[in-house]
């Protein structure tokens, strides 16, 4: 199947610092990306659509000032999650859709301390 | 509008035996189904999909699922669990008439094989 790497695994950050992660499609063109959050137990919520060359499209109550997203490329999309706070530690992941199913970054673990 | 029910959080199974995660689904058109399994930090792993054809489908690990549409349902199967199967699994839907689109997921469930 297709590969979606992502990066990093995990970090960890002071309260107001900035983070980036990185999802790269490592075989195939990605025109169209999309990051999830997941929380503790639970199913994963979509917070934006990435779209080379052109802005993101965000998904109701996702700030698009704190949750930067950049595809500058058909195989990179960044997420950046601005003056992180605690509340925004969580496990991020992104995907894309080269065929009819989705694959899957390893996801990122934030920690903001 | 497009949803997912998985209407078990937790699954507990004896190693050996059979398995079910159920799944049902709503969707306008036809349905594009999918299961996904996660280990703990980790991303989605792709197990199967139902585009068109025959119902059974046949996926990785051994796992099976079968399309019923007058149910709306995708249940996953596997004849003989093993302990390594335990995991988060996650059943998807996208419409297929929706194109490049994020899929709908569940809310998981968490499989248990007890050896």
């Known amino acids: 199947g297709a590969v979606v790497s992502q990066h990093p695994s995990w970090v960890i950050c002071k309260s107001g610092t900035s983070v980036k992660i990185e999802c790269r499609s490592l075989?195939?063109?990605?025109?169209?990306m999309f990051w999830y959050r997941q929380f503790p137990k639970q199913s994963l919520m979509l917070m934006a659509t990435?779209?080379?060359?052109?802005?993101?499209?965000?998904e109701q109550g996702v700030e698009k000032d704190k949750f930067l997203i950049n595809h500058a490329s058909l195989t990179l999309s960044t997420l950046t999650v601005t003056s992180a706070h605690p509340e925004d530690s969580s496990f991020y992941i992104c995907?894309?859709?080269?065929?009819?199913?989705?694959?899957f970054g390893q996801g990122t673990r934030l920690t903001v301390v | 509008a497009q949803s997912v029910a998985q209407p078990e959080d937790q699954v507990n199974v004896a190693e050996g035996n059979p398995l079910t995660v159920k799944c049902t689904y709503s969707?306008?058109?036809?349905?594009?189904l999918f299961w996904y399994v996660q280990y703990p930090n980790r991303g989605l792993q792709f197990l199967l999909k139902?585009?068109?054809?025959?119902?059974l489908v046949k996926g990785s690990y051994g796992f099976e699922a079968e399309f019923n549409k007058s149910q709306t349902s995708f249940h996953l199967k596997k004849p003989s669990a093993l302990v390594s199967d335990s995991a988060l699994y996650f059943c998807?839907?996208?419409?297929?008439?929706?194109?490049?689109?994020?899929?709908?997921f569940g809310k998981g469930t968490r499989l248990s094989v007890i050896a």
């Open positions: 995907s894309a859709n080269p065929n009819t199913e989705a694959f």
């Open positions: 075989d195939f063109q990605a025109t169209t």
């Open positions: 990435s779209n080379e060359g052109s802005k993101a499209t965000y």
């Open positions: 969707v306008s058109g036809n349905p594009y």
């Open positions: 139902y585009i068109t054809g025959d119902n």
């Open positions: 998807a839907v996208r419409d297929a008439r929706t194109g490049n689109t994020p899929l709908v």
